[in-house]
């Protein structure tokens, strides 16, 4: 105290000269004139600080900096001390041990951040030389690596094995008759199978005997007619339809037909009852009170076949609709199998071929075939017997020399358009179905293809199947194989009843057809009031209106049956047709063995699931381009914002160092890691959130369809949600290893890595919602935009202290991008909290430290939630479709 009393009388300008007098050996400060201040009374050095030279004699002091000194802690980094006893955080590459007197370098095989108080060791396979200030891991390369060069090889090797199926010569153009066909051929004998034993249509003789064809399903009229579309004339001697006969002969006794036959049969069987329609006085009006149907009345019984027709806005689809259940009658009454009842609980045994080519372009012609079969087909069918069911079904729809190759989609075509009918018709044929429904279906197909299709139409027809399809200005063979024809016009029935009978109801109106025309153009014309010309003696009114009338006062009540009694020759020819008589009503024995068939019908649910993971995931592997261009997309971002932080060299924080040491501190750093996890938001909505939004997004009409005919949606779902699981484990490993490599930031690579798929796993959750709600074409851009609001929505900026204050912490807490940022920020921050105050870092970002665990679980939750949003999306919206 007595040294001290010298300077009581003193000026300031005495002090400071006295001051400026001093060297550093005296005042411990190295700025000449700068005097110390005391951080301790005694020797105190804090857990990573290296304080070399104090002791209890001489404490750890602060020393005014020089003014280079000054500008490098503005700028966040640290300098050398400023004086003899001043104490500097153990310096990049070192580590300090506890007392701090001692800074050594860090061993190979560990990494020393600034402030180490011992070295960290490396993961293993890790780059860390001699004094690393952080580690390159190198195993997730590595792995990341191998998995790229998996993908390839499998990309390249499915492009061989689809060449080299392409390329072999066919070796399946007739199939096996099975290890015991006198089995077969007495399961087709069985009346159960075939209906009465009083029908002709599929008896057999023998044991050994082929199933017999049908007899011709039409009669050809001696008058003369050319067929417009062969362009081949007949006479009085010869038909026209002779070498279509000798067609259809060869087809009914091939084998490839007879295995399908047989396979079918087994499937129908019900106890002589399929499924027949009866419908009365049936109307439909929109609820803007457009009425579309009125009074439609007619029968439909089991194993007919028929053509509905009309012309444009005649109501052919919503009758179908109708019938199918697909949209609720407005009146009227509808029966099946002779009992009024929901048709939807039948959809597991109605099959429907919509006009548009509804297929997976991803899929070959098999694969889309067999996934059909497999879902549908009845639970007890071993695979071996589903894969024959479907080679023969293949064979008859002349697939077989495709059957390997993409179906493809309208802007990249792999088979004909043609071909993709038949793919369309074949995935219903395929499920076995006790009634078919078909939207147009020899529309776009060449002659030969058309006349195939409707031969297996017929075929299937004889066994029980009902085959209702609309048809619109079909050629004359096409049209002559139905057995029954329903003919609309503005929503009312003009004709109901056999095909071969049609021509001469009308023609008994005062119509006539001509003998060089397609009998069905003259209908056409004459029930679109276009019939003026085909009109005879004095008939001149061609009114839609009067046709309507006459067929409810003369036909639809039994007075038209004058019409149908003769022909000209005044004969009634004997024809192998399914009349349109009263369907007969099912007994309680029946009913039951239907409902049995119903229950057995399809595949078990997980059994769904594993069919619907295993075609999605080989739809990810067709579209290798879309996965390559996805994982290339994260990488790339992993690298961009790796590269903005690899000047760092790992330190993204600088805090407020603890007590007494705060006036050694540099410039605080609290964003740097929030912009980390900020970025990574971003990057990773922008990568995720197209490729999630065409997980369902591009086959919404498959879905319906499949939905309509029984598949279980929640398996579909199910199995669509895991086909993404290992796309996400694979994008989100090239992102954290780009990342990690290049940012090197203290949270481990597993941590990273975890936090990094969870936000994955969230982005592809709201992209999935997105994708129920929008249309396709407004969909991706809608999903990025999305990803980015609930990237901004991190609580990086505005800081989620900052919106703390305006209390809408709620609302950004639902969005996983603060989640996903504060779990960054915890694991880059907390292993430091025995050098800096973590609480003013806290308070300061607005994040909760110490909370890792929560925010992946809750990351996990909320795209867990997405998902059960987006599977009520789409099962509620257009459950129009569904039906």
């Known amino acids: 105290m007595a040294q001290l009393a010298q300077f009581n009388n003193m000026s300031t300008k005495q002090f400071d000269e006295a001051a400026y007098s001093l060297n550093y050996t005296q005042t411990g400060c190295y700025r000449q004139g700068s005097l110390p201040v005391a951080l301790a009374s005694n020797d105190t050095c804090l857990p990573g600080w290296h304080c070399p030279n104090s002791n209890d004699e001489y404490p750890p002091q602060y020393c005014p900096p020089y003014e280079v000194c000054q500008v490098m802690r503005s700028g966040k980094a640290t300098c050398n001390p400023q004086g003899l006893y001043e104490p500097k955080v153990c310096a990049d590459g070192h580590y300090c041990p506890p007392g701090g007197k001692q800074e050594l370098p860090c061993p190979k095989g560990t990494f020393c951040p600034s402030g180490s108080i011992q070295p960290r060791v490396c993961s293993f396979g890790a780059i860390c030389a001699a004094e690393s200030v952080r580690q390159i891991v190198t195993i997730p390369l590595g792995l990341m690596i191998a998995i790229d060069c998996a993908l390839a090889i499998l990309v390249a090797v499915g492009f061989a094995i689809s060449k080299w199926r392409k390329s072999r010569p066919k070796k399946y153009s007739t199939l096996d008759a099975g290890d015991n066909p006198a089995d077969d051929i007495e399961l087709l004998r069985s009346p159960s199978m075939l209906g009465r034993s009083a029908s002709p249509r599929l008896s057999v003789s023998g044991p050994n005997s082929p199933i017999p064809r049908p007899v011709s399903t039409h009669t050809r009229r001696a008058s003369g007619r050319v067929d417009n579309m062969d362009g081949c004339a007949d006479d009085d001697e010869v038909s026209l339809y002779d070498d279509d006969s000798r067609l259809e002969a060869d087809f009914h006794t091939s084998p490839d037909f007879q295995r399908f036959i047989r396979s079918m049969s087994k499937t129908i069987e ?46 052919k689809s919503t009758f179908v609709n109708v ?238 049956q004058k019409h149908l009694s003769v022909t000209f020759d005044g004969t009634m020819p004997k024809r192998n047709r399914r009349t349109s008589n009263q369907s007969i009503n099912s007994t309680a024995e029946q009913e039951e063995s239907l409902r049995r068939t119903m229950r057995n019908r399809g595949a078990s649910w997980p059994a769904q699931v594993y069919y619907c993971w295993k075609r999605a995931m080989t739809q990810q592997v067709r579209n290798a381009t879309s996965f390559f261009f996805e994982i290339g997309v994260g990488a790339l971002a992993g690298v961009i914002i790796g590269l903005s932080a690899f000047a760092s060299n790992g330190h993204l924080f600088q805090g407020v160092y603890h007590e007494p040491f705060i006036l050694l501190g540099s410039a605080v750093d609290y964003s740097s890691t929030p912009q980390i996890g900020l970025l990574g938001a971003m990057a990773i909505g922008l990568a995720a959130s197209a490729p999630g939004f065409w997980v369902f997004g591009e086959e919404k009409l498959m879905y319906y369809r499949e939905t309509a005919s029984g598949h279980s949606r929640s398996a579909y779902y199910v199995g669509k949600l895991l086909s993404t699981l290992v796309r996400i484990a694979i994008s989100s490993l090239h992102f954290t290893v780009f990342l990690g490599i290049l940012a090197t930031p203290l949270i481990s690579f597993q941590m990273m890595y975890a936090a990094n798929m969870m936000y994955f796993w969230c982005i592809y959750g709201l992209a999935s919602v997105i994708s129920m709600v929008v249309k396709r074409e407004d969909g991706p851009l809608l999903a990025v935009l999305a990803s980015l609001v609930i990237g901004v929505l991190g609580g990086v900026a505005p800081p989620l202290s900052k919106v703390k204050e305006w209390h809408m912490e709620w609302f950004w807490r639902l969005s996983p991008g603060v989640w996903f940022t504060e779990a960054y920020f915890t694991e880059n921050v907390t292993p430091l909290g025995y050098l800096y105050q973590l609480p003013l870092a806290s308070k300061a970002v607005g994040f909760t430290l110490g909370q890792y665990g929560l925010d992946i679980a809750v990351l996990f939750l909320i795209g867990a939630v997405y998902r059960i949003i987006a599977y009520f999306c789409l099962i509620m919206v257009h459950r129009d479709k569904q039906r």
């Open 270 to 315: 019900t106890n002589s009852i399929g499924l027949s329609f009866d419908f009365e006085g049936l109307c439909f009006e929109t609820k803007k009170g457009k009425k579309i149907l009125q009074d439609v009345t007619g029968t439909m019984p089991r194993g007919s076949c028929w053509g509905v027709m009309g012309g444009s806005g005649a109501g």
């Open 323 to 560: 019938l199918m259940g697909k949209a609720h009658n407005t009146g009227g009454t509808i029966k099946i199998n002779g009992w009024a009842k929901d048709m939807s609980k039948y959809k597991k045994l109605i099959g429907y071929v919509p006009q548009d080519d509804i297929v997976f372009p991803e899929l070959t012609v098999r694969e889309n075939i067999l996934q059909s079969a497999r879902i549908r087909l009845p639970s007890s069918w071993r695979d071996k017997a589903i894969q024959d069911h479907v080679d023969s079904l293949i064979a008859c729809l002349q697939l077989s020399h495709v059957q390997h190759s993409r179906v493809g989609d309208a802007t990249h075509p792999v088979i004909s358009g043609g071909q993709r009918k038949r793919v369309n018709i074949g995935m219903e044929l395929a499920a076995a179905p006790m009634a078919i429904f078909l939207d147009e279906p020899t529309s776009g197909l060449d002659a030969t293809s058309a006349a195939t299709i409707m031969r297996l139409l017929r075929a299937i027809s004889r066994l029980g199947v009902t085959t209702i399809a609309i048809i619109h200005q079909p050629r004359e063979q096409i049209f002559y194989g139905f057995d029954q024809l329903l003919l609309l016009a503005h929503g009312r029935s003009v004709y109901s009843g056999p095909t071969e009978d049609v021509q001469t109801y009308f023609e008994g109106m005062g119509f006539a057809f001509p003998q060089r025309a397609n009998p069905a153009d003259t209908l056409i014309d004459i029930i679109t009031g276009d019939g003026a010309q085909y009109t005879l003696g004095s008939r001149r009114d061609t009114e839609v209106r009067t046709l309507i009338d006459e067929w409810k006062s003369k036909g639809q009540f039994g007075a038209h």
